[in-house]
């Protein structure tokens, strides 16, 4: 067999992965509110159950919200800062662009509660839904400033030049000729940013409100075992909703880099 | 009237001083070429001119405005970048109209004006076709006609040719020569390529390290290099130890290694230098091996042994010691076939034509 003992590691490796994930759907449909094998029969009522709780709704919206606005910032953000960083030199640049980039790795949790306490503490403000979108955005900008630093960094630096040179101001090479070119990078490092933020679970339980986060009211609900096949059945829900997104992401990723005759390097998604 | 006066430009990038009390006058309608080795500043300085970058001090005139203050988009100006900087996510047409787009022209002047543009450049029906699915020698035309449909004062083409293969070049040269007489449009060409300078300009400026080291017609600039390092620069030269040995009436007499004594005519002089470099200058093709009887020559001959050779087809190159010289020169024949090929290791006469010799100011 070609490939041997590393092609059993793949296969492996992917039934790890994804077996959980596949579990998911199975117990969504599943006629019973323990999650054990045998099945017990199809059912869809848990769906039905899922469109009834009017929580989860607010939950939902709340976190769309969140993530949309997040996302959006992070991506103006990350524009400034990736441009900035590949196309000038400043002094402290190395300094300040590391800066940026450490809440990639800092501990979520050690950021969370310092945020709390500079929310509570020192400005004394409320906790609401834009009290996460600023935690939210702290994490979600390094990874669009990654995204969109490679998409910059591609550029040729005499598009913008010779666009000025045919009479165009500097915003309007930036206008007209980068932010075209830059475009999968936006729309990628956006898609990932809305995806980080709505499935963040530790900084959004410190800094909700009232109204939890889709992931906050989730982990609420798992102390109730009658509650968890709803939760799989939301899950599933997700599931699918995710795979349509990353797909259409990936079908405007290709035509951008099909459209200006690039060769495909391997999607970010 | 000179439509760019250069005047005492200096240009710093922190302690890197990029260029040196740069002065220079085009004329209008020039194909005007700067040559330098890369570093020399030839890009900087035609970035100056573009108004890409800003001068420590000094003017640049264009067609008699300063042009201090004046940002790139407002010069002008065209550029035609190494790159050609053809923007991909445009079509052909769109490229070349883009900068027409602020004229807001009738959508059918417009497209006349590209198909004109394109018809120029040898693509006419070229115009929907994405930019990025064009060959390099397209992309070119491409890059061309979008900076000539402004009809620039000044077209400035840096490097343009260096990423073509040799003969798409060679095409190109020929191409962008007969494209400026039509236009009539002052071009200036940064090139590191001395051939290509001598092929297409009206007049080079070499640069080295910043500075101008001369500016001058191409035969010119081949026949009289100013300094040894032009000569070195352009073409191949020898460089032979010389004495000088008696000055008058203008007249200098040296005595060079392995050639023996010659004089140099006062026209054959640098102007206005009091003293000359220990060295004489003498192109391949000042030399020439002696194949029949040596007294029907009236040229002084030499005698020397072939240390090695160059067989190019059309020409030989070989490598002479001659005798008495400390270093071998570099002689350039035509292949004839009445001309046997000299192998390595013959002993050989060479005749060598005084007039031909270079002196240098000190």
Redesign the interface.
Same mark, same amino acid.
């Given at each position: 067999m070609k490939g041997g003992w590393l092609r059993i590691y793949a296969i492996a490796y992917l039934v790890f992965l994804y077996l959980p994930v596949v579990l998911l759907p199975l117990f969504a449909f599943n006629d019973g509110t323990v999650m054990a094998f045998p099945l017990k029969g199809f059912t869809t009522q848990w769906f039905v159950q899922l469109a009834g709780i009017e929580a989860l709704h607010g939950a939902l919206l709340n976190s769309l919200f969140i993530a949309l606005v997040t996302a959006s910032l992070s991506v103006i953000f990350g524009i400034c800062a990736a441009r900035a960083s590949t196309r000038y030199t400043f002094p402290l640049k190395a300094p300040i662009m590391g800066a940026i980039m450490v809440p990639l790795v800092l501990p979520e949790i050690i950021v969370a509660v310092s945020l709390l306490v500079v929310v509570v503490q020192v400005f004394d403000l409320p906790l609401s839904a834009w009290t996460v979108v600023a935690g939210h955005t702290l994490i979600c900008t390094p990874f669009a400033i990654a995204i969109l630093s490679s998409s910059f960094q591609g550029l040729?630096q005499?598009?913008e #030049? *010779? *666009? %000025?040179?045919? $009479? #165009?101001?500097r915003w309007g090479a930036f206008k007209n %000729?980068i932010l075209?070119?830059v475009s999968p990078g936006i729309v990628a490092s956006f898609l990932i940013c809305f995806t980080i933020s709505l499935d963040e679970f530790i900084i959004a339980f410190f800094l909700t409100g009232a109204e939890p986060t889709l992931p906050v009211y989730i982990w609420s609900q798992l102390r109730f075992p009658t509650k968890i096949p709803a939760v799989m059945a939301l899950g599933t829900v997700m599931l699918v909703a995710s795979l349509i997104i990353l797909s259409v992401a990936e079908y405007y990723r290709r035509r951008g880099i099909a459209?200006?005759? $690039?060769t495909d390097s391997g999607g970010f998604l | 009237m000179s439509i760019i006066s250069l005047q005492n430009i200096e240009k710093h990038y922190g302690d890197y001083h990029a260029l040196k009390d740069v002065s220079c006058e085009i004329a209008e309608g020039e194909f005007f070429s700067l040559l330098g080795p890369s570093g020399c500043g030839k890009t900087t300085l035609l970035r100056v001119i573009a108004g890409f970058e800003d001068v420590s001090s000094g003017t640049v005139l264009l067609g008699g405005q300063n042009m201090a203050g004046v940002p790139a988009n407002k010069r002008p100006t065209n550029m035609v970048f190494q790159s050609y900087a053809i923007f991909p996510h445009l079509s052909v047409a769109q490229n070349v109209g883009f900068g027409l787009r602020k004229a807001k022209l009738q959508p059918a002047q417009m497209a006349d004006a590209i198909n004109e543009a394109l018809e120029m450049v040898g693509l006419a029906g070229f115009g929907e076709r994405a930019a990025h699915a064009l060959s390099g020698g397209q992309r070119q035309r491409v890059a061309l006609a979008r900076a000539l449909i402004l009809k620039p004062k000044v077209l400035l083409l840096d490097e343009p040719l260096s990423a073509l293969d040799k003969k798409m070049r060679e095409q190109m040269q020929t191409e962008l020569r007969r494209l400026q007489r039509q236009v009539g449009i002052t071009f200036i060409l940064v090139t590191h390529d001395q051939e290509e300078a001598l092929i297409m300009s009206d007049r080079i400026a070499v640069m080295f390290e910043g500075e101008i080291a001369q500016v001058a017609p191409p035969q010119d600039l081949y026949r009289r290099p100013l300094t040894r390092r032009v000569g070195e620069f352009i073409g191949v030269m020898n460089f032979l130890n010389a004495r000088q040995i008696d000055v008058s009436d203008g007249t200098v007499a040296f005595d060079i290694e392995g050639l023996g004594e010659a004089k140099v005519g006062p026209d054959q002089l640098p102007e206005g230098a009091r003293a000359y470099l220990p060295v004489v200058g003498l192109r391949p093709e000042a030399f020439t091996i002696v194949y029949e009887d040596p007294k029907l020559r009236s040229q002084r001959i030499v005698e020397g042994e072939v240390l090695d050779l160059s067989y190019y087809g059309d020409m030989t190159y070989y490598e002479v010691k001659l005798d008495g010289a400390s270093a071998p020169v570099t002689i350039s024949m035509k292949n004839l076939t009445t001309r046997p090929v000299l192998e390595r290791g013959t002993r050989t006469l060479v005749s060598w034509d005084e007039g031909s010799l270079v002196v240098f100011a000190a």
């Open positions: 040729d005499s598009l #030049e *010779a *666009a %000025i040179d045919l $009479g #165009e101001t %000729i075209p070119l459209r200006v005759g $690039g | -």
